[in-house]
């Protein structure tokens, strides 16, 4: 009571006497059931899931129900919360290889509590969480090689390509901020392999996407730089104005890390601004066996990474960086009345398209603090062992077919049974059922016209001993299909 009282006098009201909406009745209760709730979920990441678990029927017609008018139970609720959550589609669990995703490290949902609690907002100055920003975008950078002049956190790769693109739009026409690209014609050069967040990019900064230029690919599904310079060389002739070329630091499709050094030699040439679109692939460029593929990376004039794949934090986390100082102020500066600047220091806001930022990089900082830059280099090499490892024995097995080497850790194939026609219906229908059986996470894809399987390992927790279960699972239920036993989803 004495500490009440004193509260009082310094001018603090108690939480129950401030606001209708009251704390949680029992703050350490709901604590302690969600700190079991993680520790459970922790714990079946730790193994692949012997299949794909679905929701109760209750709790589906809950997930129906009207606007709750009254108050509810908070541990009711969490459980509820927290069992949709246990029967949805996971990218932390060991098998899932379907699609990039996030890896679920621990210190990320830690990092995740603490943001969310401080609800620091980053358009602003916010003290020490300013500071936290700026090294962990230096420890990005020297993590990758590239050298950092300014850069930014975003919501992710569409919005940190879009970033890079802006910057590039302004360099290229300094006025277009103010009078728009008007009747001048202007190009962005990519890979067709390259990511549709690159079209929808250029869409968002106004140039429409018949201004991309598809540059073509090679046998190993990478940018051809020689098709690249003769089309910048043909645009300029005709008068216009060559915007961005954009590399790929590892496609979504295949893994293939575009030529960054012949690139960069024709974006030079030329006086383009080079962006490496690495939301995927560029954590590699640290490791001894992949960093030979990036060689060039420091030429470009920025470059995108989303932490939220390969380095395992949670979403969303994507850093834009910039090799010059400048350029995002440039893009994106601006004084209001509401929002004055000091002097001639920017505010964060003045870097970025986003005014509302959460401090995304601290999830990334601790996981540098905690694991260390060399824990970080050892998990990528084991996920690209992983890749080399099933890509080996998919060449030893004549039922199915290998449709690239991989460069990074991606791995397209086709299981090709000797009794069946129709390989692409086939391979389709195969990934959905895998899909629905839930052992292995996979994705349908289409490589050089063949629809196929498609694998991408970044999950640190996923072991080389179970990368042969993609190829037993993939065995057993295509020749099921093929014998016509029962499917997946009708057990």
């Not at 006497?17 to 703050?27: G, I």
């Not at 996971?90 to 621990?106: A, H, M, N």
């Not at 195969?430 to 994705?443: E, H, P, S, W, Y």
Request: negative net charge.
């Amino acid at each position: 009571m004495n500490d009440r009282r004193d509260d009082e006098r310094k001018g603090f009201t108690p939480h129950d006497e401030r606001s209708p909406l009251p704390a949680l009745a029992d703050r350490e209760g709901v604590l302690d059931d969600l700190s079991r709730v993680i520790s459970g979920a922790w714990s079946s990441f730790d193994a692949p899931r012997p299949a794909e678990p679905t929701l109760e029927d209750d709790r589906r017609r809950r997930l129906e129900g009207d606007l709750p008018e009254d108050a509810g139970d908070a541990e009711e609720a969490l459980s509820d919360a927290a069992r949709i959550l246990d029967a949805s589609v996971s990218p932390s669990r060991p098998l899932y290889l379907g699609y990039i995703g996030s890896t679920g490290l621990e210190i990320g949902v830690l990092a995740s509590a603490l943001l969310s609690t401080y609800d620091v907002n980053l358009a602003v100055t916010a003290g020490g969480a300013d500071l936290v920003e700026d090294q962990a975008l230096r420890w990005l950078a020297d993590f990758v090689g590239f050298p950092l002049a300014e850069g930014a956190f975003t919501s992710g790769g569409m919005t940190s390509n879009l970033t890079a693109l802006l910057a590039a739009r302004e360099r290229a026409i300094p006025e277009a901020r103010t009078e728009g690209v008007g009747a001048r014609r202007v190009a962005i050069y990519t890979s067709e392999e390259s990511h549709h967040s690159i079209v929808r990019a250029v869409e968002v900064c106004g140039v429409g996407s018949r201004s991309v230029r598809m540059i073509p690919t090679d046998e190993r599904h990478r940018m051809r730089p020689d098709a690249l310079r003769e089309d910048i060389s043909e645009d300029i002739s005709e008068g216009i104005i060559p915007v961005a070329v954009v590399a790929t630091g590892g496609t979504t499709l295949t893994g293939a890390v575009d030529p960054l050094s012949p690139i960069a030699d024709v974006c030079g040439d030329f006086g383009v601004w080079l962006h490496v679109d690495g939301a995927y692939g560029l954590p590699a460029a640290a490791t001894e066996s992949a960093s030979s593929l990036f060689e060039g990376l420091g030429r470009a004039d920025s470059a995108t990474l989303d932490a939220h794949k390969w380095l395992g934090v949670q979403k969303s986390c994507s850093a834009v960086l910039m090799r010059e100082p400048g350029r995002l102020r440039a893009a994106f500066g601006h004084e209001e009345r509401y929002m004055l600047h000091e002097g001639d220091v920017a505010n964060p806001v003045d870097l970025t398209l986003e005014y509302s930022r959460p401090l995304r990089s601290l999830k990334l900082w601790l996981a540098f603090r905690v694991h260390g830059a060399a824990k970080y280099r050892e998990w990528i090499e084991k996920t690209l062992g992983n890749a080399r490892k099933l890509a080996e024995e998919i060449r030893r097995s004549p039922d199915f077919e290998l449709l690239h080497d991989p460069m990074l850790s991606t791995v397209c194939f086709r299981h090709t049974p000797s009794d069946t026609s129709g390989l692409d219906d086939h391979n389709l229908r195969l990934a959905n059922l895998m899909q629905r059986d839930g052992r292995v996470f996979l994705a349908p894809a289409s490589v050089d016209g063949k629809a196929c399987l498609r694998v991408c390992f970044v999950n640190f927790r996923t072991t080389p001993e179970e990368v042969s279960l993609v190829l037993d699972v993939a065995r057993e239920i295509g020749e099921g299909m093929a014998d016509g036993e029962t499917k997946p989803e009708e057990k």
